[in-house]
Each structure stands twice: as C-alpha cells, then as structure tokens.
C-alpha cells in the first residue's frame, strides 16, 4: 500500500497510531475512523483507503474516482461500488447494515474501515434499501452486477 496516498487523505488515522501527525509505519496501515468526515471531492483520484482489521481481515476500500469509492473484504463475495456523490442521507444503508455503512458529520454514507462487515445478504439489502441507487453490488469472482439490475443512471 502507498501509505504516502493515506496521508493526503482527510482521514483521521487511528488504532495504534492516532496521531495524523505522527508518521505511519510502512508494516502498520493506518486504519480509518468511522467517525472521521469524508471530504468528497478532496482526495486523489485513486486513492486506497485499505486497512487491516484488528482481527486481521482484511478491508480494502479505493476512491476510484471523485466520491466514488469501491470495497470488499477478503471474507466477502461481493464488491460494493459506493458513489457518495448520489447520497441523499435517507441513511437506510447504515440502519440495515450498521457494520458496514455509517453516516457522517455531514449526514452522508460512509464505508466503515474496520471490524467485521455484516454478512453479504445484509449489505445487498442495504444496496437495495437505496432510494438513489448509490449502492452498487457486484459478484468478485464474475464481474457481474447483481444491484442494480439494471443501469439506472
Ligand atoms: S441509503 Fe443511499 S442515500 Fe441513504 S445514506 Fe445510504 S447511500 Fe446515502
């Protein structure tokens, strides 16, 4: 991981090391706090927002572009595709699946970097909950969408 791509983040790093000043480790992995703002619009185009859990599984989270982030973890069959840019605060997602959304300071969705995210049938639950279709669900092993159905935008 680029640790230099985190530091440019608004992200405020934190289990072992909550110091944002404090220099992160390249074999320690800053890991985002889920009370943290996401500032849209502020970080690179490609940025990877990666963590490691304490218990050791894996979240890898990347701005693909502009508010648009894609996520998974390694026990997950699903990629999620999360465009902030659409979310209109109904916070339905966070409500259904708390372990893996949260609303933010600014009353938008953010993914949740750490801990273990809910099962993959809660989280297409909380894609589906969407009133904007900001929750893209796509199969890992296939590339294919399944939330969506279709393309709606
Ligand atoms: S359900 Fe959709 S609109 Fe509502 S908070 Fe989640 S992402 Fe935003």
Do not use: H
Request: charged residues 15%.
């Amino acid at each position: 991981m680029d640790i230099s791509q985190n530091q440019a983040t608004s992200f405020a790093p934190v289990s072992s090391n909550n110091n944002a000043a404090t220099p992160i480790p390249a074999n320690n992995p800053p890991i985002i706090n889920p009370s943290s703002t996401l500032s849209a619009g502020t970080n690179p185009i490609v940025n990877d927002l990666s963590g490691t859990t304490a218990a050791g599984t894996a979240i890898q989270i990347q701005e693909i572009s502009t508010g648009v982030f894609s996520a998974t973890t390694e026990k997950s069959k699903y990629r999620i595709e999360y465009d902030m840019n659409k979310c209109i605060g109904a916070a339905s997602c966070a409500a259904i699946a708390p372990l893996t959304f949260f609303m933010n300071e600014e009353n938008k969705a953010e993914l949740v970097n750490g801990g273990e995210w809910d099962e993959d049938d809660v989280i297409l639950s909380a894609a589906q909950s969407c009133p904007v279709f900001a929750i893209k669900i796509f199969v890992k092993a296939t590339g294919e969408m399944i939330f969506p159905t279709e393309e709606v935008y």
